[in-house]
């Protein structure tokens, strides 16, 4: 255990033990060295007795690594860090870039499911018909193929194939080629199992949502699992808040210490 190293002020203000920012957050000294190793947190130096001597630094980047887990994931945060880390920042900003731009489509989706359901249990228009009031864009005005459609969602063909053994997806074939045809509700099938799939729904589940949607048997599940990952989106805006704050203090210059 590294333990008995004494506070004291240096480059980047005080020094810290493992233990020192392990308690802070409620983890173990041991995810303090591991953070270390896997490089979401700058190299420590060691003292001459070998202990490692975090400092305010060291403190900065943990809480912004925290603050990003919950705001991007941990393959997220830790891309973020590590560019961070290696003085890439245009790197990190844009990964950051792409998961505020992954909020805001899952958002576009919502508000174009909720608007089919709401529809769906007020007049029983058909599954695919434009609901009123429903953003339009990125509709395709043509069926897409699996390889346009894996590359639109951001997963791939064989996601897609899976998806479709699963009954999440029913697509029909090209009368010449015999190839998958994914017409504009096959497409809002896919948006919405790939917001569920990233909520951690099951596909047997999202499968069950998806036939009542296209049957029009009944809304009302769908409609409680909506409400549920809209609040986990909203949280997750709100941690993307706090997140930004916290990789801001860690990037900014220090002026002395920062406790």
């Known amino acids: 255990m590294e333990v008995g190293l004494k506070s004291q002020t240096g480059e980047h203000g005080r020094s810290y033990r493992p233990a020192d920012l392990a308690r802070e957050h409620g983890i173990s000294t041991q995810a303090v060295r591991n953070y270390e190793r896997d490089g979401v947190l700058p190299p420590a130096p060691r003292t001459p007795s070998g202990y490692r001597a975090y400092s305010t630094l060291h403190a900065h980047a943990l809480r912004a690594y925290l603050a990003l887990v919950p705001a991007h994931g941990y393959a997220t945060a830790g891309e973020i860090m590590r560019a961070v880390n ?46 009123a009031g429903s953003p339009a864009t990125s509709r395709p005005d043509r069926p897409l193929t699996i ?19 699963a009954g999440v997806l029913v697509p029909q074939r ?27 729904y099951r596909l047997d589940h999202i499968a069950t949502v ?21 609040r986990r989106l909203t949280d997750r805006g709100r941690a993307m808040l706090t997140a930004a704050a916290r990789l801001a203090d860690h990037l900014s210059p220090p002026d002395g210490p920062r406790d």
């Not at 508000?111 to 058909?126: K, R, S, Y």
């Not at 639109?152 to 479709?164: D, N």
């Not at 010449?176 to 096959?186: I, K, S």
């Open 210 to 230: 998806l036939r009542q949607v296209r049957a029009a048997a009944g809304p009302e599940a769908l409609a409680g699992s909506l409400e549920g990952w809209r």
């Open 147 to 165: 390889g346009h459609l894996a590359h639109r969602i951001g997963v791939t063909p064989a996601t897609l194939r899976k998806w479709e053994r």
């Open 174 to 200: 090209g009368p010449d080629t015999g190839h998958r045809l994914y017409r504009v509700d096959d497409v809002r099938d896919a948006d919405l199992a790939h917001l569920l799939r990233r909520g951690g």
């Open 86 to 131: 290696a003085g890439d920042v245009d790197s990190a900003l844009r990964a950051i870039d792409r998961s505020h731009a992954q909020l805001l489509r899952d958002r576009e989706t919502l508000d174009v499911v909720e608007a089919t359901v709401g529809v769906l249990a007020a007049t029983g228009v058909p599954p695919g018909a434009a609901p």
